[in-house]
């Protein structure tokens, strides 16, 4: 790894709090470089969750800060933060949280659409083109109730890639999906991560499916206890 | 924008019952403000068309709005002046140098001015008698500030020149009498003088008080009648812009003395009523609008509810809180617009409607049915306050909207 740039994303002793005096996070430092395939296990309560939205932005530390790609996110006010996540970030969870109201495609496109830098035909080529290389190329018009399970958790891949960004956050994005569904994400992980490198942090409780990342950090109680890379 | 109005949208239809509802309670709303505001301002527009028509723009009489002045008070303009047991001096009444005065008025570009002289009489036909209020005019002049040409039935304003002593009358005063067109009859005033009169013509303006008891002969004549030479005792004015009136009055009065009034002074009863009336349509109207704006409220709340996930996601797509406020904010709009839209096309039906409505009542100017205002501006009006009242109706919840904290919502789907 080059040492000479900036890791893409870094927490340097973080804690988070919650104003009733719970701990959720408690002085984690991670890096995080392009291309690692990260998971992140625990118990249940462990913190994993939180760790991940602080990562992701979606959450401000109590203390210690968050670097993406060298600079320090403490000063961004919200409305920066989001703009970041637009462009630089991707999320999956755990449900899809696709809007029922709309298609694959036209939910795929409403991150783009956001973003604002491609045109509306340039936007559409770039959502089929991803929903394409997920092989849900005959559900783009479909609406969300009309997939099943696995395809809109692909779906909702498909949107967080929506923006090429260089991080996917996902939060136990298997919870939901049998086990073949969830090989399947994890491959599609896999492939980004090692294919197109982009950094992956996946939040799971699955041991069989976290051993199938190339780095492994372990939360107790909030504080990372482990961080191991395989190979 | 274009793409949170298109998830505004989105939203909205699904959800088409709740929608309509709520869109209906603001249609009903702007339609019936439409329909009676209509209604009002059609009869208020009538009423003033009729008075700016029939009556005289600026009416200058022979009096003063107070007392004159005694001369211990001109004196002493700052002095504690107290006068006791003050007789009035008796004075010739009438317009003091009324040519003077009129030659003046006649300067302004756009006034026009008539002198008369009022005065009783009684009209006196074979045995009956009736007490006339008679007015001396100068047709030429009078002609342009009055509508008597337009109302005469029988004869013409001409005939009171060319006919000694010649008289115009009212229908309702005609049949009182007995008298037909061309009769003679004889007018006797206060004053003691009589002069026997020509009919020369009959109006009929469907005021009952005019047509019953209104004579009008000429200037001269009714000077000798009325035993006052040369007085004139009101001089009429007539504007080309009747809004100018009341600021006119008011300097005509400060210049000549006289008391001058205009039209809107002497209808302010009519025109407080007027006041009252629309207060009382705005509250009506704007508590309907109120309640469907309720259920604007109702509505966004319940999407906002409902869209707990949604907004979750869209936040941690990277939407502000701004985009989230718009996009609640446009629904509220969305349903105020249809609202309008809808209420504007109803409030349109309504007045057909009330259009199509005939009175079985005999109103001698044929007001048999409702007098309705066609003006956009009613329309305007209504479909702002609509909208206006939508969204402010949609800032609560959206705002709340905006404030959900996308990381409480996901930890508890999860």
Same mark, same amino acid.
């Given at each position: 790894?080059?040492?000479?740039?900036?890791?893409?994303?870094?927490?340097?002793?973080?804690?988070?709090?919650?104003?009733?005096?719970?701990?959720?996070?408690? @002085?984690?430092?991670?890096?995080?470089?392009?291309?690692?395939?990260?998971? &992140?296990?625990?118990?249940?309560?462990?913190?994993?969750?939180?760790?991940?939205?602080?990562?992701?932005?979606?959450?401000?530390?109590?203390?210690?800060?968050?670097?993406?790609?060298?600079?320090?996110?403490?000063?961004?006010?919200?409305?920066?933060?989001?703009?970041?996540?637009?462009?630089?970030?991707?999320?999956?969870?755990?449900?899809?949280?696709?809007?029922?109201?709309?298609?694959?495609?036209?939910?795929?496109? &409403?991150?783009?659409?956001?973003?604002?830098?491609?045109?509306?035909?340039?936007?559409?080529?770039?959502?089929?083109?991803?929903?394409?290389?997920?092989?849900?190329?005959?559900?783009?018009?479909?609406?969300?109730?009309?997939?099943?399970?696995?395809?809109?958790?692909?779906?909702?891949?498909?949107?967080?890639?929506?923006?090429?960004?260089? &991080? &996917?956050?996902?939060?136990?994005?298997?919870?939901?999906? @049998?086990?073949?569904?969830?090989?399947?994400?994890?491959?599609?992980?896999?492939?980004?991560?090692?294919?197109?490198?982009?950094?992956?942090?996946?939040?799971?409780?699955?041991?069989?499916?976290?051993?199938?990342?190339?780095?492994?950090?372990?939360?107790?109680?909030?504080?990372?206890?482990? @961080?191991?890379?395989?190979? | 924008?274009?793409?949170?109005?298109?998830?505004?949208?989105?939203?909205?239809?699904?959800?088409?019952?709740?929608?309509?509802?709520?869109?209906?309670?603001?249609? +009903?709303?702007?339609?019936?403000?439409?329909?009676?505001?209509?209604?009002?301002?059609?009869?208020?527009?009538?009423?003033?068309?009729?008075?700016?028509?029939?009556?005289?723009?600026?009416?200058?009489?022979?009096?003063? *709005? *107070?007392?004159?002045?005694?001369?211990? %008070?001109?004196?002493?303009?700052?002095?504690?002046?107290?006068?006791?047991?003050?007789?009035?001096?008796?004075?010739? #009444?009438?317009?003091?140098?009324?040519?003077?005065?009129?030659?003046?008025?006649? !300067?302004?570009? !756009?006034?026009?001015?008539?002198?008369?002289?009022?005065?009783?009489?009684?009209?006196?036909?074979?045995?009956?008698?009736?007490?006339?209020?008679?007015?001396?005019? %100068?047709?030429?002049?009078?002609?342009?500030?009055?509508?008597?040409?337009?109302?005469?039935?029988?004869?013409?304003? %001409?005939?009171?020149?060319? $006919?000694? /002593?010649?008289?115009?009358?009212?229908?309702?005063?005609?049949?009182?009498?007995?008298?037909?067109?061309?009769?003679?009859?004889?007018?006797?005033?206060?004053?003691?003088?009589?002069?026997?009169?020509?009919?020369?013509?009959?109006?009929?303006? !469907?005021?009952? $008080?005019?047509?019953?008891?209104?004579?009008?002969?000429?200037?001269?004549?009714?000077?000798?009648?009325?035993? #006052?030479?040369?007085?004139?005792?009101?001089?009429?004015?007539?504007?080309?812009?009747?809004?100018?009136?009341?600021?006119?009055?008011?300097?005509?009065?400060?210049?000549?003395?006289?008391?001058?009034?205009?039209?809107?002074?002497? /209808?302010? /009863?009519?025109?407080?009523?007027?006041?009252?009336?629309?207060?009382?349509?705005?509250?009506?109207?704007?508590?309907?609008?109120?309640?469907?704006?309720?259920?604007?409220? /109702?509505?966004?709340?319940?999407?906002?509810?409902?869209?707990?996930?949604?907004?979750?996601? +869209?936040?941690?797509?990277?939407?502000?809180?701004?985009?989230?406020?718009?996009?609640?904010?446009?629904?509220?709009?969305?349903?105020?617009?249809?609202?309008?839209?809808?209420?504007?096309?109803?409030?349109?039906?309504?007045?057909? !409607? +009330?259009?199509?409505?005939?009175?079985?009542?005999? $109103?001698?100017?044929?007001?048999?049915?409702?007098?309705?205002?066609?003006?956009?501006?009613?329309?305007?009006?209504?479909?702002?306050?609509?909208?206006?009242?939508?969204?402010?109706?949609?800032?609560?919840?959206?705002?709340?909207?905006?404030? +959900?904290?996308?990381?409480?919502?996901?930890?508890?789907?999860?």
């Amino acid at each position: 790894m080059n040492s000479a740039l900036p890791p893409l994303l870094e927490a340097q002793h973080i804690t988070r709090r919650l104003p009733e005096g719970v701990t959720l996070v408690q @002085d984690a430092s991670v890096k995080v470089e392009r291309g690692e395939f990260i998971a &992140i296990t625990g118990p249940s309560g462990s913190g994993k969750s939180s760790l991940l939205y602080l990562l992701g932005l979606l959450d401000r530390p109590t203390e210690g800060r968050v670097l993406l790609e060298g600079r320090d996110t403490a000063s961004l006010s919200a409305a920066e933060l989001a703009n970041l996540r637009l462009a630089r970030l991707g999320f999956v969870f755990q449900f899809h949280f696709l809007l029922p109201e709309f298609s694959t495609l036209d939910n795929v496109l &409403i991150p783009i659409r956001r973003l604002g830098r491609l045109k509306d035909a340039a936007a559409r080529a770039q959502a089929m083109k991803l929903l394409e290389a997920l092989g849900m190329a005959e559900a783009a018009a479909k609406l969300p109730e009309q997939l099943s399970g696995g395809m809109r958790q692909r779906a909702a891949i498909a949107r967080a890639l929506a923006n090429d960004p260089a &991080i &996917i956050l996902a939060d136990e994005p298997t919870g939901n999906l @049998d086990t073949r569904n969830a090989a399947a994400v994890f491959d599609i992980f896999q492939r980004l991560a090692a294919e197109e490198g982009r950094a992956i942090l996946v939040v799971t409780h699955d041991a069989e499916l976290a051993k199938r990342a190339n780095r492994r950090i372990h939360l107790v109680d909030g504080r990372i206890v482990s @961080d191991t890379r395989a190979g | 924008m274009k793409l949170i109005f298109d998830l505004a949208r989105g939203m909205l239809s699904r959800r088409r019952r709740q929608t309509l509802v709520s869109v209906m309670g603001v249609a +009903l709303g702007v339609a019936f403000f439409i329909a009676i505001a209509s209604l009002m301002r059609g009869f208020q527009t009538y009423f003033i068309e009729q008075v700016i028509d029939v009556q005289p723009h600026i009416v200058v009489k022979d009096e003063t *709005r *107070r007392p004159l002045p005694q001369a211990a %008070e001109i004196a002493h303009p700052d002095g504690a002046v107290a006068l006791s047991g003050v007789k009035p001096t008796e004075r010739i #009444r009438g317009i003091r140098a009324s040519a003077e005065k009129m030659a003046i008025l006649e !300067g302004i570009p !756009g006034v026009f001015s008539s002198p008369i002289l009022t005065g009783q009489a009684l009209l006196r036909y074979g045995s009956r008698d009736v007490s006339v209020s008679i007015t001396g005019i %100068e047709p030429a002049r009078y002609r342009r500030v009055s509508n008597l040409e337009k109302d005469l039935i029988q004869g013409s304003m %001409e005939d009171l020149r060319s $006919t000694a /002593n010649g008289l115009i009358i009212g229908i309702g005063l005609a049949q009182k009498l007995g008298v037909g067109f061309g009769d003679t009859i004889i007018a006797i005033s206060p004053k003691g003088i009589s002069l026997q009169m020509k009919i020369v013509g009959i109006f009929r303006t !469907g005021l009952t $008080t005019l047509d019953n008891q209104a004579g009008y002969t000429l200037l001269k004549v009714n000077q000798i009648l009325q035993d #006052r030479p040369n007085v004139v005792n009101q001089i009429l004015l007539r504007l080309n812009d009747v809004t100018a009136a009341e600021a006119l009055a008011r300097q005509i009065e400060a210049r000549f003395g006289d008391r001058s009034e205009s039209w809107e002074e002497q /209808n302010r /009863n009519v025109l407080t009523v007027f006041v009252i009336q629309n207060a009382i349509m705005y509250s009506v109207t704007g508590a309907i609008l109120l309640v469907a704006a309720f259920g604007i409220y /109702n509505i966004i709340s319940t999407v906002v509810f409902e869209k707990t996930r949604d907004i979750a996601i +869209l936040k941690s797509l990277g939407f502000t809180e701004g985009d989230i406020q718009w996009l609640f904010l446009l629904q509220g709009m969305i349903a105020g617009l249809l609202g309008a839209a809808l209420g504007c096309a109803l409030g349109q039906i309504m007045i057909e !409607g +009330l259009a199509q409505i005939r009175f079985q009542t005999e $109103t001698p100017a044929g007001n048999d049915r409702f007098l309705l205002a066609h003006d956009w501006r009613i329309f305007a009006v209504a479909s702002f306050f609509a909208i206006l009242a939508a969204s402010i109706a949609a800032v609560v919840p959206a705002r709340r909207a905006a404030r +959900l904290d996308p990381v409480q919502t996901i930890r508890g789907a999860a």
